[in-house]
């Protein structure tokens, strides 16, 4: 047997992996977890234990993922239509496989019998939480349901399958259906050089000359912020505000009216299936937040806070507005224009005057020296590693003791056939049993400029932000402490609480004393003056509050459309966005605004009753910071506190127990409309 995949138990042969080789891998451990599971259902009968039942699964598993984690990475990191099209033949491989095993009755029984054994009461907590969580899995797949329901879930989920991906279908159809082109630069004044490279390259793109304006998100964000001709402004809103609805230029040609509807009606039905009154409640199932009014209550609370500083701001905007502009009357298509005019005029910041003080090399190193200091870890290349690409490092981890605890693989540039942005992905989990022993491994992606000529690659301040934010999650990953896998670093980790540690990390990109330790001009050394910071730290607070309030006014909307009756119209779901816009809002859109229409994120994303999961994780990670704010940044007592309670536990125990362990209360919104400047004896 020479295929690589199937020999690397300990860290993935990159060298020698082959596109060819993912399907043949793939196949092979399926089949023989399929038959190891028969075999183990049949051999535990009616004397499942730990050890008999739990632990060869989680081998199984490992072994899985030791296929699976090289094969998704390389498709992301080295792509090529070779590789491309053995990840792609390799998914609904995995998806049968999963569904398989999640509606196995023989395996569902014996994690029942196994609850109630006389040992299940004596396992450690972390032990039977893997076996809970099992067992509500098991019940949210349906495998407990009479047949003719159980065929009604598969049923609907294939039609939400559907639907979901039409849904997406009909938003970028309707993006690319509108375009608007012209020849003269004037025609776009206002608009910065950057923007109008970017539109002539559209125009390139769609072999067309001049500039190309489109409704993909940099081409209608440079129109709505710059561009001078009020007009164009609005016909370009208008257009962007109407896609996949009744309305607008495309009226009706993809519209989702009915998709969402079905959507809506289809999940209401599913979770009445699996005995919720609704389909928040199931969503909740598996989240920190207990309730659909717990939630209501929380985004209520957060805008009555917000909202009179966002009055204000509206007020401070259109006074700007009407007295710079000579815009009397504040449209939609207006305020991003006004609102850019006004950050330029009052802060006087561009992510250029910053980006000399953040050479990509310096970040790193401020960030691990941060993290060694905080957490008494200590990282060290290896070069001795097997990589994809000369570009890429592994690190070890080691702890305070000087013992391996954990591991990275760090590609920092971005080249070609390299999926842009940044994130953390898991390379192993933590596994450690009686006859096992398998640190957690993380791959650590970002996609910075290459060095060109001696000068060396530097990062805007939102870069910064990013690497700190995936590398909170690579912590939460690689610190663990948690033996069983399914439950290790953010494995099982509650979904609207998978966001601390890494909103956590952005925390210190914002506080001087830590960037003194890293924020050095890349000339001259000199640490950013306090005049530029004091216009970073502004530009935080900049219409804060407006942000806010729109971020709570999704959240509601997409909290209270899941949580009660299924709307039977187009009517039925604006109402309910209409409702929410009353009690929160103080911004309302134009009547032919379809908002709605396109809201991936909850028709055919993974945030359906999920997408306040955004500012609830920020509640929960600004009041965590505000621990060492209080206490002492570089506090040793607090960041063991911090290393224990929260990064060490994984899924051990529920998020609101980890927090109240770290914090001594429960979480409190006052940190995050402090840090958003949203308190008194702050200017907003
Ligand atoms: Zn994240």
Known sequence: ???????????????????????????????????????????????????????????????????????????SVMNSPEQRDAYNACLPKLSDYASWVSQHKGLHGAFQRLSRTAEYSSLSPSRRKVIDDSLRDFHLSGVDLPDEERARLRAIDARLSVLTSRFEENVLDATQAWTWQTDDPSELAGLPASDLAMLAQNARDHDRGGYLVTLDIPSYLAVMSHADDRTLREQVYRAFVTRASDLGPHAGEYDNTEVMLEILQLRREKAEITGFPHYAARSLDRKMAESAEQVDAFLADLANRARPWAE????????????????????????????????????????????????????????????????????????????????????????????????????????????????????????????HQQIPVAFMTCNSTPPVDGKPALFTHDEVITLFHEFGHGLHHMLTRVDEPEIAGINGVEWDAVELPSQFMENWCWEREALDLFARHYETGEPMPADLFQRL??????????????????????????????????????????????????????????????????FAGGYAAGY?????????????????????????????????EILEVGASRPAAESFRAFRGRDPQIDALLRHSGLTDGEAA
């Open 1 to 75: 047997m020479t295929n690589p995949l199937l020999l690397s138990d300990r860290l993935p042969a990159f060298r020698a992996i082959r596109p060819e080789h993912a399907v043949p891998a793939l196949d092979t451990v399926l089949s023989e977890n399929r038959a190891a599971i028969e075999r183990l259902v049949e051999q535990v009968s009616d004397t499942p234990t730990w050890d008999n039942l739990v632990l060869p699964l989680e081998h199984l598993d490992a072994r899985l993922d030791a296929v699976w984690s090289p094969v998704s990475h390389l498709n």
């Open 312 to 435: 204000r701001d509206l007020a401070d905007l259109s006074a700007f507005a009407a007295q710079e502009l000579a815009l009397e009357d504040l449209q939609a298509w207006d305020l991003p224009y006004a609102s850019e005019k006004m950050r330029e005029r009052r802060l006087g910041l561009s992510q250029e005057m910053l980006k000399p003080y953040f050479p990509a090399h310096q970040a790193v190193k401020g960030l691990f020296g941060l993290v060694e200091r905080l957490f008494g870890v200590r990282f060290e290349a290896d070069p001795g590693v097997e990589v994809w690409h000369d570009d890429v490092e592994y690190y070890r981890v080691y702890d305070a003791n000087g013992s391996e605890r954990a591991g990275f693989y760090f590609d920092l540039y971005a080249r070609k056939h390299k999926r842009g942005g940044a994130w953390m992905d898991v390379c192993r989990n933590r596994f450690v049993a009686r006859d």
């Open 537 to 602: 730290v502004d530009s935080r607070h900049f219409h804060a509050a407006l942000q806010l309030l729109r971020q709570v006014e999704f959240s509601l909307f997409d909290m209270r459309l899941h949580a009660g009756p299924a709307p039977q119209d187009a009517t039925g779901i604006q109402a309910v966005l209409d409702a929410v816009r009353e009690e929160v809002a103080v911004i309302r859109p134009p009547d032919f605004n379809r908002f709605q229409n396109g809201f991936s994120h909850i």
């Open 612 to 644: 306040y999961s955004y500012k609830w994780a920020e509640v929960l990670s600004a009041d965590a910071y505000a621990r060492f704010e209080e206490e002492g940044l570089f506090s040793d007592r607090v960041g063991a506190d911090y290393l224990r």
